[in-house]
C-alpha cells in the first residue's frame, strides 16, 4: 500500500519534506532520448586529392577506423564517395516513467504497464513492496543500446605492419612495387599504403619531414652511406631495429653494429 504522510511520522524528516511537497497531479512521464541529430549527418565527401589518412587527420579518427566503419577493404578512395565518420551505433529509443498518485499500489502499476511486480521492483532497485505519491518509477524494460568501443590503431603500427608484410623482397635500383624496391622506393611505398604521403628520394624525405631528435617506432632513420648526404633510408621499428632495403632485399637491421652506427645521420618523422 502507498504510505501517506500522515503514517510517516516516525520517519525522518527528510522524508516528510518530500512526501508533502510532492506534486500529486496524474501523469505518465515519456521521455524520448533520440541520438544527436548531427551524428546521422556526419559523412564525409571525398574531395579530389583526398587520402585516407588526410581525412583520418583532418576528422581525429584512425585509417583503420574509416576502413572499419565503411567496410574498406584496400586504401582505394574516389572522388564523391561517402564515408561515415562514426562507428555503427544505435540509439536509445524511448524509456518511460510512471508518477505515483494516490491509491496505487505495485501490483495497480505493473498490470497497467505489463510487467510483473518482480520486473517492476528490479529496474527500480526496490527493496520491499513501499511505494509512496510523487515517486517516479521506470515502467519499461527497453535496454539502452550502447555505442560499441573503437578500435584505435595508431598510424605508426599501421607502417610497421605494412612494412613487415614485404621481408625478403628484392632490391632493385630506382624500384617502388613489391616485384623490387630502392630503400626510398620502400619507404614511401610503406607510407602510401597507410594513406600517408611522402617524397620519394632518401634526399628529399630527409629534407621534406619533421626533424626529430629521437626516433620512435614508425619514423624514418637517415644514414650516409655511397655519398655525402642522407644516401640511405629505412623505418624505425625500436629497440635500435629497423627494416630497410639493402642488397639482399628487405630485411630488418641493427642500428648499433659496426656499419650503421657509424653512419647514422638522424630521423624525420611524418606523423
Not at 612494412?163 to 628484392?170: C, L, R, S
Not at 629505412?234 to 631495429?241: A, F, M, R, S
Amino acid at each position: 500500500m502507498i504510505e501517506r504522510a500522515k503514517q510517516l511520522k516516525g520517519e525522518q524528516p527528510s522524508m516528510k519534506k518530500l512526501l508533502l511537497t510532492v506534486v500529486t497531479t496524474a501523469g505518465i512521464l515519456l521521455t524520448s532520448f533520440g541520438g544527436n541529430a548531427s551524428a546521422h549527418e556526419n559523412i564525409y565527401t571525398v574531395q579530389s586529392g583526398d587520402t585516407l589518412w588526410k581525412i583520418s587527420q583532418s576528422n581525429q579518427v584512425s585509417i583503420a577506423d574509416l576502413k572499419a566503419w565503411n567496410q574498406l577493404t584496400s586504401d582505394t578512395i574516389y572522388v564523391n564517395q561517402k564515408l561515415s565518420l562514426l562507428a555503427p551505433h544505435s540509439h536509445e529509443t524511448a524509456t518511460t516513467t510512471y508518477t505515483v498518485q494516490k491509491g496505487d499500489s505495485l501490483w495497480g502499476i505493473s498490470t497497467r504497464f505489463q510487467l510483473s511486480i518482480a520486473q517492476l521492483k528490479s529496474i527500480n532497485n526496490l527493496t520491499s513492496d513501499t511505494i509512496y505519491i510523487g515517486q517516479v518509477l521506470k515502467v519499461s524494460l527497453t535496454p539502452i543500446s550502447e555505442p560499441q568501443p573503437e578500435t584505435t590503431v595508431s598510424k605508426a603500427d599501421l607502417v610497421i605492419s605494412e612494412a613487415k608484410k614485404y621481408i625478403g623482397t628484392p632490391y632493385l635500383w630506382g624500384g617502388m612495387t613489391p616485384a623490387g624496391f630502392d630503400c626510398s622506393g620502400y619507404t614511401s611505398y610503406v607510407f602510401n599504403k597507410v594513406g600517408i604521403t611522402i617524397p620519394r628520394t632518401a634526399a628529399t624525405q630527409w629534407s621534406g619531414l619533421k626533424v626529430i631528435s629521437t626516433p620512435m617506432p614508425g619514423d624514418l632513420v637517415f644514414f650516409e652511406t655511397y655519398a655525402p648526404g642522407p644516401t640511405h633510408v629505412g623505418i624505425y621499428l625500436g629497440d635500435n631495429k629497423f627494416i630497410q632495403v639493402g642488397s639482399s632485399g628487405v630485411s630488418i637491421a641493427d642500428m648499433t653494429n659496426s656499419y650503421w652506427k657509424p653512419r647514422y645521420l638522424g630521423a624525420r618523422t611524418a606523423f
